[in-house]
């Protein structure tokens, strides 16, 4: 069954087919015609951002908080490029991202027309697949195809450059495939034997971990109920990387809270000394390895992971298991339960005690001060006062990102949405604006610093407009925390550009787009501050005056091992502190 | 620390859909990863289903080989991917063309060495040849040296080519 319509309707009607209902935009010259086709139809929202960024990482914010694609339409030329930081942050998060992006006329590509961009030839690395569609026949089948390669297998963005001709033209309408992909099939079953080999492996361990990633929380809520029901199986240790935070929950008794740079103590400590590691939906990044020929020297590792191309890449691995995650975990709980015999409980007992010792160091602990607020607290206190709500976290990058990782306590899946590849400032106010719109009646807090926030901050503006009441939480230190704690530890404490020497009034500049300003800079004041902010039936940008000069602790410096982490306390001498 | 590594050197075949764009995919990852390319060839095989086999030569450590093969798999309009070192014995062949100018001695001595090469002479003026040569690579390497002194131009060579042997279809 087709039907003659214009490339415009054909592109409404393929994303009303996909269950698109928001698409986060930005319209332009090139766009023009779909943008008519918006104007005059019901089913599909759309959010007007400041900057096509914003509109990726709103898009980020919507997928990652609901498991569906953001779907992001941008127009030709600076529309297209200004979507790359967005674009890359999704690929490196492996977040389900349609971008649809105008270009020019197909009779004026490679003419250096006006507002033209070589799209497809600049995100070709910035993205999973993308496609330039040249015939109108050809464009509801890309567009069924791109959603297709941006849901399945290991998730990412997916570009669709639609000349502008091919938007006016008209064409026939075809509905998704039903038979898949002709060449992209990624494996979701993970091999029967090597997951049996697994759990064989994993009950024979003295000192074993599980470490878990964003890749989890990308299967969807029942690898998440899946994973614990497998924490509380084994009785193992559970530690997680920045993107895998709510998996298991905070509360849970085996947490060991996040691993890597600014990972705990206890959970670094267990990585480094475990004799089974079971990766599960994560990736061996840099910022968790720390230095690889010091990594894990005892342990047998288990890899499971939906994307071949991440097993190997950075550590050697003793059983690789591509699949996807929700599968292999529903597999090990159900062989687990058939050849359990063995006492795991008393095999693990003296882990257990070895890993309480490492608790006792309390590695987080940090000194308040009487008359300044410490960021630590502020967020302890955001934690506090949002508890029992329905809260979303966003973050921007920075000092405040790994405070927000180590003291927020994430009990859900889809509740925490980071940049965590790409580490990109600004992420964190257009995701807060994503959040809220798949979930107008939650509490969505961005946990930001003053640097950060002044890269995206215009999409307060989006957040007026669409009434959404995100609360921005800037933890003012007036330093680029992080590149300055850098600075104080490894260059000789020379603060070179580091310093926010003039900063907006960011209370007058909440008023000036038409939210709330709130100032703390007292400990006595926060509470009530943050209750008003909390209580606040609208956007609240919240200027959290800190102490200017705090670290973040513990830290493992670059290429170092696990078990030469700094620690708060030894802050003064500044020596990596081992066993 | 940095550990004494091993390279490795590798031929895969690489079906994938021939559309727009995906030669630079390809040539993009190798580039974007750091990763090696020694020779890369491309043509359509299969024209009705649209298909083009890409032959890759590659270098690098065991963990870059395999790491290469996975990246190049997890591509969308890749089909498959057949790492033939690993795969079993094969056939690898190359053409060159060769350019040779000059007289007398010389000129007899450029035909003789073609001769005992099995190249063939595909132009000839009164003072020049060009030779076509088939063969492995360090054949038409080693031919290309022996020309230079006796008058080499210019060569044009069209990369690797390489097919599994016996009767099964990879």
Known sequence: MSQEMSGAQIVLKALVEQGVDTVFGYPGGATLPIYDELFQQNSIRHILVRHEQGAVHAAEGYARSTGKPGVVLVTSGPGATNTITGLVNALMDSTPIVCLTGQVHTHLIGNDAFQEADVVGITRPCTKHNYLVKQTNDLARVIHEAFYVAVNGRPGPVVVDIPKDVQIATGRYEGPSKTGHRSYKPRVKGDAQAIRDAVAMMQEAKKPILYTGGGVINSGPAASRLLRELVELTGFPITSTLMGLGAYPASGKNWLGMLGMHGTYEANMAMHDCDVMVCIGARFDDRITGLVEAFAPDARIIHVDIDPSSINKNIAVDLPIVGDVGHVLEEMVRIWRAKSGTDMEAQIAGWWKQIKGWRGRDCLSYTPLKDEIMPQLAIQRVMELSRGKDTYFTTEVGQHQMWAAQFLEFEEPNHWMTSGGLGTMGYGLPAAVGVQIAHPDALVIDIAGEASIQMTMQEVATAVQYRLPVKVFILNNRFMGMVRQWQELFHGSRYSQSYSETLPDFVKMAEAFGATGIRASKPEELDAAIQRMIDTDGPVIFDCVVHKVGNVYPMIPAGEPHNSMMLGTDAENLEPVGR | ?170
């Open chain 2, 1 to 170: 620390m940095i550990k004494e590594q091993i390279l490795e050197k590798h031929t895969m075949a690489v079906l994938v859909d021939n559309e727009a764009g995906v030669l630079a995919r390809v040539v993009g990852l190798f580039s974007g990863r750091g990763y090696n390319i020694e020779s890369l060839t491309v043509s359509e095989t299969e024209h009705q289903a649209h298909l083009s086999r890409i032959t890759i030569v590659t270098n690098g450590t065991p963990m870059v080989i395999t790491q290469i093969k996975a990246q190049l798999e997890r591509m969308v309009p890749v089909h498959q991917v057949w790492d033939l070192t690993v795969e079993g014995p094969y056939i690898e062949r190359e053409l060159a063309l060769v350019k040779v100018k000059g007289r007398g001695e010389m000129r007899v001595e450029a035909l003789r060495l073609a001769d005992a090469f099995k190249a063939r002479v595909v132009d000839a003026t009164i003072e020049s040849f060009v030779f076509e040569l088939t063969g492995k690579s360090r054949k038409i390497e080693q031919f290309i040296a022996l020309m230079k002194p006796v008058g080499l131009v210019e060569v044009t060579r069209t990369g690797v080519v390489a097919i599994g042997r016996g009767s099964e279809g990879l």
